[in-house]
């Protein structure tokens, strides 16, 4: 899972969200006009805490949460500035990165996920770093349960957390004969040495969101269309199938991250000794 580009120049982050909240009726914007110190200093909050890699260290402002409905609305209206922002923080992004979900990696992120609750933290309703594209399965299910009773971050957060180059999702391929085909199993692993923080975090994410369930339910629909693309390869005159998927393999973690779960499902068939009856296969 590679992290989300943030917009550039973090210091205009405060400017994004006055003009956003410039653009809303009289009553709203004075008001969010008279706060103004407060959002100046909370997003120097928000930098900080991100900074430090400790955005669970960020507690609900009393201040902020008075004037909750003025900021909230500052995203709940479809403004000029608002859809600027949406758009621009799709833009950054590297090509085809966006494909997929960054939270689970399986479907098209067409909403928003503000990280920090927007009811705990209706400051940061119109943060850039607070709005993560996202699928509304995961927007549903992540929702305001974004720390457990300890304290602890229970969801990867998708602009600062930077995950090391070492595979943590493997799969196991076997021979399906109720479907006549090649099915697929996934799970997680820890690697040796990863830090106990890191691998809770990640373990707390796949398992709130149900990843290993939901790659399983696609696992073996997917298995069908590797294999049916290298058949069609080899039809077409390719000469080594295993290497042509072994690229699509590595083209797929270049541009999601190693452990995006059809990467490794392609490593894998690339990898396994059946792979050749398997593409011989009708």
Same mark, same amino acid.
């Given at each position: 899972?590679?992290?989300? +580009?943030?917009?550039?120049?973090? #210091? ?16 709203t914007r004075g008001l969010l006009v008279a706060n103004h110190a407060l959002l100046t200093q909370r997003y120097q909050d928000h930098a900080q805490a991100v900074a430090l890699g400790a ?96 304290? @602890? @971050? $229970?969801?990867?957060?998708?602009? +600062? ?8 999702? $493997?799969?196991m391929l076997h021979k399906n004969p109720a479907l006549k085909g090649v099915g697929a199993t996934f799970a997680l692993r820890r690697p040796a040495g990863m830090a106990d923080a890191l691998w ?13 369930? @939901? ?23 390719? $000469? ?8 699509? #393999? ?33």
């Amino acid at each position: 899972m590679k992290p989300l +580009s943030p917009l550039p120049e973090p #210091a205009n982050y405060l400017g994004r969200y006055v003009s956003i909240r410039d653009s809303k009726h009289h009553g709203t914007r004075g008001l969010l006009v008279a706060n103004h110190a407060l959002l100046t200093q909370r997003y120097q909050d928000h930098a900080q805490a991100v900074a430090l890699g400790a955005l669970e260290s960020l507690q609900p402002n009393v201040q902020a949460r008075q004037i909750s409905e003025a900021l909230r609305a500052c995203y709940g209206g479809a403004t000029q500035p608002l859809k600027e922002l949406k758009r621009d923080i799709k833009a950054e992004q590297p090509e085809r990165r966006l494909k997929y979900c960054p939270m689970c990696g399986t479907t098209l992120p067409k909403t928003f996920d503000h990280y920090l609750p927007a009811e705990k933290f209706p400051e940061f309703s119109v943060h850039p770093l607070n709005l993560v594209p996202c699928c509304s399965i995961c927007n549903s299910i992540k929702n305001d349960d974004w720390l457990c009773a300890a304290g @602890r @971050r $229970q969801y990867l957060h998708a602009y +600062s957390d930077h995950l090391p180059d070492e595979p943590f999702i $493997q799969v196991m391929l076997h021979k399906n004969p109720a479907l006549k085909g090649v099915g697929a199993t996934f799970a997680l692993r820890r690697p040796a040495g990863m830090a106990d923080a890191l691998w809770q975090l990640i373990d707390s994410h796949f398992r709130k969101l149900n990843l290993i369930e @939901r790659y399983n339910e696609r696992g073996n629909d997917e298995v069908s269309e590797i294999l049916s693309d290298c058949r069609s390869y080899v039809a077409a005159g390719g $000469q080594d199938a295993r290497a042509f998927l072994s690229l699509q #393999a590595a083209d797929r973690a270049a541009v999601y991250g190693r452990n995006h779960w059809i990467a490794v499902l392609m490593e894998a068939v690339a990898a396994h000794a059946d792979f050749d009856d398997w593409i011989a296969a009708n």
